[in-house]
């Protein structure tokens, strides 16, 4: 049997727990990266040669030069915002558009998907899940409704005025009597896809064949996931989710492998919890000492600015998002964030929470049983070996691994490639 060794790396929580960091020092050992699902709703923040560069499309390994990125057919793209992100990513890397290689069977999403996100968003008949207003879940609504455009339909004029005929009349039928807006131009929508295809057309490549290839020639792929465990469509905090499986599952529908294709998952978490939009978060913080961990952890959302909801670590919710996903091994983030506080709490359990709830993560009710630690006066903020780490941050790193029955195998002391530590060998 061929053993591929592709690895993934996921986020366990509601999204931003520092994956692309993760991602991009990890990138150097695999041939290629591959984002799966999502779309542009994603920000992850690296920090290249001393400069910031946040990428809500492009895979992480856009700044490896002799790496290939690939997004496969389960992202929404949106080629209006991949243009606007190659061109600032020309600004200081070479040969961006000749490494990104794209499945022509991506679902588009075009102005009016934007548009409607917006407006259902805005509207008083619809429940307000406070995404990022980027067209996500629509695209995936047309996905699922067999009304999608996909990149390859912008290749063919015919094909693409029957479809997008189709789609438009349905959102236009949507503009026109449910929300009062103006309607979508076909013809300019029309020729703004058709010019699309256009550009895209030499970065597409079926992506699913090019990865077989790769490891049939030994050649390893990292699958980098977008948003986290609990914004999963079918296992998360449902309906405050977004609109694709963003936990391991997405990985073989989005990429067009078997389930069986990657051989390691990373989950990554950070040291607290974070969210951002509507939803539970049984475990959020309403006091200063929430205020204290946003402020002190930078937590503003990296796609649309929001300030970011905190609260303390869940060990429940991650149990159950530890075995969804297959996960083997954890990465801790920020960790740093708590320098100087006099104590730190994981919650352990939940009250008044019952199986139903717990399989459909119905957590609106349930009440959060902490376990209190005691924190750490020495900072380890930028630390890159655990021979400095206070005994106190070591016994907080135990308890996870204790509560959450995986090893925490990396842990991140900063924003900086080099804070990063590595407890064992994961690769
Ligand atoms: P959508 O993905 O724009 O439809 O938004 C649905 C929910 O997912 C909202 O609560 C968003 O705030 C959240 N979300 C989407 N992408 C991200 C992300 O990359 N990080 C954190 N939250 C996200």
Request: hydrophobic share 35%; charged share 25%; proline share 3%.
């Amino acid at each position: 049997m061929t053993k591929t060794q592709n690895f993934a790396v996921l986020g366990l929580q509601w999204g931003d727990e520092g994956k692309g960091k993760i991602v991009n020092f990890l990138s150097p050992n695999f041939h290629a990266t591959c984002r799966f699902q999502g779309g542009h709703n994603a920000g992850h923040t690296l920090i290249v040669n001393g400069k910031k560069l946040i990428l809500h499309l492009l895979p992480s390994s856009i700044c490896e030069k002799d790496a290939l990125s690939l997004i496969g057919k389960g992202v929404v793209l949106s080629p209006n915002d991949l243009f606007e992100e190659i061109s600032e990513a020309n600004t200081f890397l070479d040969g961006v558009e000749d490494r990104l290689k794209i499945s022509s069977a991506c679902v588009l999403i075009l102005d009016h998907h934007k548009k409607f996100d917006q407006c259902r968003e805005k509207s008083n008949s619809f429940k307000t899940i406070g995404t990022t207003g980027r067209g996500i879940g629509p695209a995936y609504e047309d996905k699922v409704g067999r009304r999608a455009i996909r990149l390859v339909d912008c290749f063919y004029e015919k094909i693409l005025e029957e479809k997008l005929r189709e789609n438009l009349d349905f959102y236009n039928f949507m503009f026109n009597k449910l929300f009062s807006v103006e309607e979508v131009s076909f013809q300019e929508t029309f020729e703004k896809a058709l010019s699309y295809g256009e550009r895209l057309k030499p970065m597409t490549k079926d992506i699913s064949k090019l990865i077989i290839e790769m490891n049939n020639d030994g050649k390893k792929v990292l699958f980098e996931g977008a948003q986290g465990a609990l914004l999963d469509v079918d296992n998360g905090t449902y309906p405050y989710v977004t609109s694709s499986n963003s936990s391991a599952a997405g990985i073989a529908s989005g990429s067009g492998l078997g389930p069986l294709s990657v051989s390691n998952i990373l989950g990554i978490a950070k040291a607290y919890t974070t969210r951002v939009g509507e939803g539970p978060m049984p475990t959020e913080l309403f006091d200063d000492i929430g205020i204290h961990i946003a402020k002190k952890g930078g937590e503003g959302g990296a796609t649309t600015g929001r300030p970011r909801r905190c609260g303390w670590f869940d060990a429940v919710a991650m149990k159950k998002v530890i075995q969804s996903n297959s996960v083997k091994s954890l990465c801790i983030t920020k960790l740093d964030v708590f320098d100087g506080m006099e104590s730190i709490k994981i919650c352990e359990s939940y009250d008044n929470s019952d199986e139903f709830f717990e399989e459909s993560l119905n957590l609106d009710h349930v009440k959060p049983q902490y376990i209190e630690l005691s924190g750490w006066k020495k900072p380890i903020y930028g630390l890159k070996t655990l021979d400095d780490f206070p005994k106190e941050a070591l016994e907080f790193i135990s308890k996870i691994e204790e509560v959450c029955g995986v090893s925490v195998d990396i842990i991140s002391t900063g924003p900086e490639r080099e804070s990063t530590i590595f407890k064992n060998d994961i690769i």
